[in-house]
Antibody
Framework: QAQLVESGGGVVQPGGSLRLSCAAS????????MHWVRQAPGKGLEWLTF????????YYADSVQGRFTISRDNSRNTVSLQMNNLRAEDTAIYYC??????????WGQGTLVTVSS | DIQMTQSPSSLSASVGDRVTIACQAS??????LNWYQHKPGKAPKLLIY???TLEVGVPSRFSGSGSGSDFTFTISSLQPEDIATYYC??????????FGPGTRVDLK
């Protein structure tokens, strides 16, 4: 059974940085792409970024382009999200999601990021 | 970019009721449409993929239909554990996700 566990959330001041990690287990990590999706308080789900299984391609939502960077370490079965220049509107629960043939079939429990002074 | 809309934004129903949620894409997306259930404090859960295929382990009271730009999600007999927000989602050619705004389902 696949499992995804996010970590690295916390409280950060506006303009600050944070790095989220997602540890994958229970499946062959190296053959699946990975997404990050977030949910701000009282809002719906928002897609942020995607990385191919081998890290060769990455895509970003306009809202985070140039501020967030997705990466993965296939030797450690982890995917990371480096978040720079954080804004109040980045406050949200951040989920990593396994991509499988057009769908997100496994989701982590999420990690909370709060941007506040 | 393709936009997704859902209706209604919220609904209240009784246990045993049939619940239907509509999702519309701004363009033809064939059957590239997934449905998720999201309960507060929990990870979102995939219920339906490719518009009508039930994910393994998901109860058969959940179903999906449609193709092109109009899709429907149905709970045939609402159970108390089905109280959640439901999202439709489209995956584009660059494998980016677009979610609908969500439909909150409450007990009457």
């Amino acid at each position: 059974q696949a499992q995804l566990v996010e970590s690295g959330g916390g409280v950060v001041q506006p303009g600050g940085s944070l790095r989220l990690s997602c540890a994958a287990s229970g499946y062959m990590f190296t053959i699946y792409g990975m997404h990050w999706v977030r949910q701000a308080p009282g809002k719906g789900l928002e897609w942020l970024t995607f990385i191919f299984h081998d890290g060769s391609k990455k895509y970003y939502a306009d809202s985070v382009q140039g501020r967030f960077t997705i990466s993965r370490d296939n030797s450690r079965n982890t995917v990371s999200l480096q978040m720079n220049n954080l804004r109040a509107e980045d406050t949200a629960i951040y989920y990593c999601v396994r991509y499988n043939s057009g769908r997100g079939d496994y989701w982590g429990q999420g990690t909370l990021v709060t941007v506040s002074s | 970019d393709i936009q997704m809309t859902q209706s209604p934004s919220s609904l209240s129903a009784s246990v045993g009721d049939r619940v239907t949620i509509a999702c519309q894409a701004s363009q033809d997306i064939s059957n590239s449409l997934n449905w998720y259930q999201h309960k507060p404090g929990k990870a979102p859960k995939l219920l339906i993929y490719d518009a009508s295929t039930l994910e393994v382990g998901v109860p058969s009271r959940f179903s999906g239909s449609g193709s092109g730009s109009d899709f429907t999600f149905t709970i045939s007999s609402l159970q108390p554990e089905d109280i959640a927000t439901y999202y439709c989602q489209y995956t584009d050619e660059l494998l980016r996700f677009t979610f609908g705004p969500g439909t909150r389902v409450d007990l009457k």
